[in-house]
């Protein structure tokens, strides 16, 4: 079963804004991770953050976390074209061994 | 550094068949998993392995076989292709211990006619 959900499902924007995508997940996990997927690309992790963190900060990329309401949020700053990709929140368990699980994602388009 | 190697990249199976889709870490990771991303959903966990020789079921185990003889490979196996494992495929691995991101292969798309 899906762990996360992202929202929204779907973001348009215009270069220069700033883009914020938001992520529920239902148990208790070691960490959140974020990750990119480009159209027809595997995935590309961007940032984790665990869960004794509250915020986290990557270059353009600013990433909360708020444990008690079991939700994330992923801010891109100064978006631009090259964005332009899906969005994937996804946990790791902090029971047996580490495995994801993943929401159905964000797309993202970026305008010029 | 190639990271994580999938092969091949597109497979065309008829109902039936079987095939192995392969994938290959150098970077002497300890974990390993496959994924199915199918439209309009996230990536759900088919198998995993902690280590050669350890492998275990994930969300969606039904109809593929892993084993993990060596830390570097771990083939997924197709017993008998169905339609409804069209789908495309992503192998990825890890380090253990909590504060490391995955590495993911770009993935096998595959069509089961």
């Not at chain 1, 929204?8 to 997927?37: D, F, V």
């Not at chain 1, 029971?95 to 993943?102: A, K």
């Not at chain 2, 889709?21 to 966990?45: F, I, T, V």
Request: hydrophobic content about 30%.
């Amino acid at each position: 079963s899906q762990q996360g959900e992202e929202d929204p499902q779907a973001l348009s924007i215009q270069e220069g804004e700033n883009a914020t995508m938001n992520c529920s997940y239902k148990t208790s996990i070691n960490n959140l991770q974020w990750y990119r997927q480009n159209s027809g690309r595997g995935l590309v992790h961007l940032i984790l953050i665990r869960s004794n963190e509250r915020e986290k900060h990557s270059g353009r990329l600013r990433v909360t976390l708020d444990t008690s309401k079991k939700s994330s949020s992923l801010l891109i700053t100064a978006s631009r074209a090259a964005d332009t990709a899906s969005y994937f929140c996804a946990t790791e368990g902090n029971s047996g061994y580490s495995t994801l699980t993943f929401g159905k994602g964000t797309m993202l388009l970026v305008s010029p | 550094n190639a990271g994580v190697t999938q092969t091949p990249k597109f497979q065309v199976l008829k109902t039936g068949q079987s095939m192995t889709l392969q994938c290959a870490q150098d970077m002497n990771h300890e974990y390993m998993s496959w994924y199915r991303q199918d439209p309009g959903m996230g990536l759900r966990l088919i198998h995993y392995s902690v280590g050669a020789g350890i492998t275990d079921q994930g969300e969606v185990p039904n109809g593929y076989n892993v084993s993990r003889s060596t830390t570097e490979d771990f083939p997924l196996r197709l017993l008998s292709a169905a339609p409804s494992q069209t789908s495309v495929y992503f192998c990825a691995s890890n380090r253990q211990g909590g504060r490391y991101g995955y590495t993911f292969g770009s993935g096998t798309r595959l069509t089961v006619v």
